[in-house]
């Protein structure tokens, strides 16, 4: 079985530009997180999805931050315009009916 | 929102010692999981645990819910042991995991 994927892996920014990332969660997973972790810190969540619908972005700064899933498949979570304290991994997860999270290879975002 | 406290914060081991991470919670979860992060930034599951005792292999780890605690067993190390070993729990009635700040484990020949 696939597991979360997550692309690109590595993306570097100066401050002010945009940046997108995407995810595909394990095939048939209708749960599906954004996390962002800074260095030194353990995984913050950002958004859930449950299938397309939002379920929880309390932790999303909204004037610089959007994420979507259209289809109730793939994701995309845009930073724009990107902050210096933006950089770190951002990481997908998916999970199905249990509680249990798998996560993806993330992505390290450095802002110049 | 939940608490979570991983202790140590760091460990050094000597290649074939045995060490125990610990992590306390505090409210009711319903999800545990602990990860190891290796060098590479890629969470790892290790066990889904949110009670109970459980093992893989050289590792096992061991829940006590109503104490609000789970310990992580590491034993005969080796260096690809080496990473942040994180904790996740899942409240009741919540969504989201929240993660302590992890232990940095280093695991020398």
């Known amino acids: 079985e696939a597991g979360v994927a997550q692309s690109p892996r590595y993306k570097i920014i100066e401050k002010r530009q945009s940046v997108a990332f995407w995810c595909n969660p394990i095939?048939?997973?209708?749960?599906l997180y954004w996390y962002q972790q800074i260095l030194g810190q353990g995984p913050k969540l950002l958004i859930q999805f449950q299938n397309n619908g939002v379920v929880d972005d309390s932790q999303l700064p909204k004037d610089r931050f959007s994420a979507e899933r259209l289809k109730g498949v793939d994701s995309t979570l845009k930073i724009q315009p990107a902050k210096l304290e933006d950089s770190a991994v951002y990481l997908c997860?998916?999970?199905?009916?249990?509680?249990?999270?798998?996560f993806g290879p993330g992505t390290r975002l450095t802002v110049l | 929102g939940i608490q979570v406290e991983q202790s140590p914060p760091d460990l050094i081991l000597q290649e074939g010692a045995n060490s125990t991470l610990r992590c306390n919670f505090s409210?009711?979860?319903?999800?545990l999981q602990w990860f190891h992060q290796n060098p590479w930034g890629q969470l790892i599951n290790l066990f889904y645990?949110?009670?109970g005792t459980k093992q893989n292999g050289r590792l096992s780890a061991t829940t006590v819910a109503t104490e609000r605690y789970s310990l992580l067993y590491i034993s005969s190390s080796q260096t690809t042991d080496s990473g942040v070993y994180f904790c996740?729990?899942?409240?009741?009635?919540?969504?989201?995991?929240?993660f302590g700040a992890g232990t940095t484990v280093t695991v020398r020949a």
């Open positions: 997860a998916s999970s199905l009916d249990a509680p249990e999270q798998f």
């Open positions: 645990i949110p009670s």
């Open positions: 409210d009711s979860v319903n999800n």
């Open positions: 996740a729990v899942r409240r009741l009635n919540d969504y989201k995991l929240s």
């Open positions: 095939s048939g997973h209708a749960t």
